[in-house]
């Protein structure tokens, strides 16, 4: 079972400044102009508010991340289960099945990687770049959660789905094979596969909100943005391009935090980015 994070763990200040717990979320733009004028794309629909960025816009203007239904999710098993019933009926046991479907989608789900094990794990950073981060032509946000959420943070289990719920209908209420269906049902919606471990993934869950309200902490650009193809230490020691300090500075303007931090790519194969500075 997914195990939850209580509070004081995301979301503690002290005199000495912030301790929460940093998380990140990957973007993809998908551009359709695939002639890798990245820089120029990500401007132009960010300057228009196309589709293409609308979602990121929306981010950096309102410091919130979209909670969405398991359904939505890339795994064809999310919110896998096994059962047993005393029910013979297939109507009955259909009826239960919906019943459980209906209290997953109650649920609005955001999902995001434990930034400290990402950055210890370059194997799992790379991997969540090719498919969460259009392969570095996305971004990468860092934030921690804002105190004003509402609802709870779980750790993902990766395990094989092995638990089998005998369930059934009493009086028109369903019932599982615990006192507390509604910790199955998280329970349901926070066991994965561990062939998706590489994710380092945390849930936020709730019933009462579509949005996870965040505060951003840095954006990194994917090394696609960088035009300059040759790794060399002279490479990373010069200025990032004036396109990029634009593109930075872009991003800035939209968003409502102007103390975010830009990092990128100084060639298509640096090992690390670095923060972009200007004026």
């Known amino acids: 079972m997914g195990k ?39 401007l132009k629909s960010l300057s228009n508010k196309e589709t293409t960025t609308k979602r990121f816009c929306e981010i ?15 795994d064809i ?5 096994s059962f047993y019933s005393s029910h013979t009926d297939p109507q009955e ?20 990687a ?7 794990n370059e194997n799992n950073l790379s991997l969540m770049w090719a498919h969460y981060g259009g392969s570095h032509c996305g971004v990468k946000i860092d934030f921690r959660i804002d105190p004003n959420y509402k ?10 789905h092995d638990n089998t719920y005998n369930i059934n209908l009493v009086d028109n209420r369903l019932s599982l094979s615990t006192e507390n269906t509604d910790s199955e049902i998280i329970n349901i919606l926070t066991t994965k596969k561990p062939c998706f471990k590489y994710e380092c993934e945390y849930r936020a869950i709730s019933s009462s909100t ?17 035009k300059e193809n040759v790794y060399s230490q002279e490479n990373e ?6 396109e990029i300090k634009n593109l930075a500075k872009k991003i800035l303007e939209v968003s409502s935090n102007k103390k975010i931090e830009i990092w990128a790519y100084k060639t298509r194969y640096s090992e690390k980015p670095k923060k972009v500075e200007f004026k």
């Open 4 to 42: 939850k994070i209580e509070k004081e763990k995301w979301t503690t200040t002290t005199n000495k400044g912030w301790l929460g717990m940093q998380f990140s979320k990957f973007r993809d733009f998908k551009f359709e102009n695939k002639s890798g004028r990245y820089i120029d794309e990500l």
């Open 60 to 74: 950096l203007e309102n410091c919130e991340l979209y909670m969405s239904k398991f359904e939505q999710f890339n």
């Open 77 to 81: 098993d999310e919110g896998r289960y």
């Open 93 to 112: 046991i259909e009826s239960i099945c919906q019943k459980i479907k209906n209290m997953k989608k109650d649920k609005n789900i955001c999902a995001f």
């Open 114 to 120: 434990d930034l400290k094990r990402l950055e210890n």
């Open 151 to 160: 609802g709870d943070i779980y750790k993902i289990d990766y395990n094989i």
């Open 210 to 226: 579509k949005k996870l309200p965040i505060i951003i902490d840095k954006i990194t650009l994917g090394r696609r943005f960088t």
């Open 237 to 242: 020691e010069r200025s990032f391009s004036d």
